[in-house]
């Protein structure tokens, strides 16, 4: 056995040379590889978290956003709501006023035409007072006499029948507001007589004036208190016509 | 027939005798080299079959690198690379009729040990300095320098004598066999002396490694496997 160190020595060369080789050759470029795809997974693995970091950052900005306007809805609908509140009130307020203007002005009217009516009424009610004073005073007897010549004529007029059913009756009596002279009187007891009756006399003050024959069957009215009467339900006739 | 043990002289230049296993080494040279360069001539982010085994040959050695020696594997990727590849295809070279493995030989096999011991001498000074690379024999008491001297140049010894002791003894088993059976019969032999180069091949590398890392870690002979600080990478979520 020998050792050749001519072999050993072009040996260690050769391997030095190799070294070299692969080391430029082989490791350097693969490794550069491998090195560039995990820069380029590196980038890419940065790319995605900046993308995700990002897209959660406008998430949050979004929300933010939808919360800001949220808000900002709620402060508009709120302002809005009192407004409207405000308007309402004020338009209530308005219409109130309004209302009581016109009711006051209804009320005015009304016044106004109450005033009238009741000055129309207070006319018609002269007009009508006067008409009745003038009536009265134009078919009223005159004094004593006219009443008693009046009440003979009544007493004609009236139908057989019921003038005998009236002086047919009992307590056949002659009716003054006040004791009458024996010469009023004569007029009526000869109409009376004529008919075969006689009556007594008697007062009655609600007459005020005139003379009336009553008996148990009826009454022959002649008085100035029957004129009345008899004008005032004419004149109620007439309101209730109105 | 020649000496087993001697290197047959391929061809003389001059009074420089080059003898075959220099002549077979060039061949493996050109061989590595080459391959070298035309699978690396178009890499890509997007590798092929080729450029994906190496990059899982590049990976597996940053990873073996980095769990036995602390820091940047890529300082020692191409001088374990390299190692390792080429007592490979030496190894193997074995199988093409006519040729005789390099490593078979014991001045190839010297020359990569040197190769590893003037690794580790010059690695371990740029990391320790001269002094600490001095000092480093003298732990863990000057009662060991002596032996930690002669440890330096016996286990660079032993590099050399495993990987010439077990390829040369598996030439010549199918050697023998093949004088005396036949031409198929050493088939299975030379079968198990691929998995006998591969093993030796990874062993001679992985040693070669522990060497070097005990160098720059100031004898503290990491084991190999020993979790270490791996390379730098990005954790990917």
Known sequence: MSFDWTTFALQVINLLVLLAILRHFLFRPVAAMIETRRAETRAALDAASAAKTEAEAAAARAAQEAKASAAARSAVLEKAETEAETRSAAIIAKARAEADKIEAEGRAARAREDSAAAAQALARAQDLALAIARRMLAERPDGPHGYAARLTEALEKMEAAEREALLGGSDLTLVSATALPDNVLDGPRAALKAYGATAGVSTDPDLIEGLELRSGSGVLRNSLAHDLETLGRAMQDDRSAA | ?237
């Open chain 2, 1 to 237: 027939m020649e000496a087993p043990l001697s290197a047959p002289v391929a061809f003389a230049a001059g009074t420089l005798h080059v003898t075959w296993p220099v002549v077979i080494t060039w061949g493996l040279m050109i061989l590595l080299g080459g391959g070298a360069m035309f699978v690396t001539r178009h890499l890509s982010t997007r590798p092929g079959r080729a450029q994906a085994v190496l990059e899982l040959l590049v990976e597996t050695l940053d990873s073996e690198i980095g769990a036995t020696i602390p820091g940047d594997p890529a300082r020692f990727r191409a001088l374990i690379g390299t190692l390792l590849l080429f007592v490979l295809c030496a190894n193997w070279s074995a199988l093409v009729p006519g040729v005789e493995p390099p490593t078979a030989h014991l001045e190839t096999d010297a020359a990569l040990a040197t190769l590893v011991f003037g690794a580790g001498i010059g690695w371990g000074i740029r990391a320790q300095g001269v002094s600490g690379w001095v000092a480093a024999f003298a732990k863990p008491s000057w009662v060991m320098l002596p032996f930690n001297l002669v440890e330096q140049v016996t286990r660079h010894f032993s590099l050399v004598v495993r990987l010439f002791g077990n390829v040369m003894s598996g030439v010549f088993v199918v050697g023998i066999v093949l004088s005396l059976a036949g031409l198929l019969v050493p088939i299975p032999l030379m079968a198990l002396d691929l998995l006998t180069g591969a093993v030796q091949a990874y062993i001679f590398a992985t040693l070669a490694l522990v060497f070097i890392g005990s160098a720059v870690t100031g004898g503290e002979a990491p084991a190999p496997g020993r979790q270490s600080d791996p390379p730098a990478q990005k954790e990917i979520p």
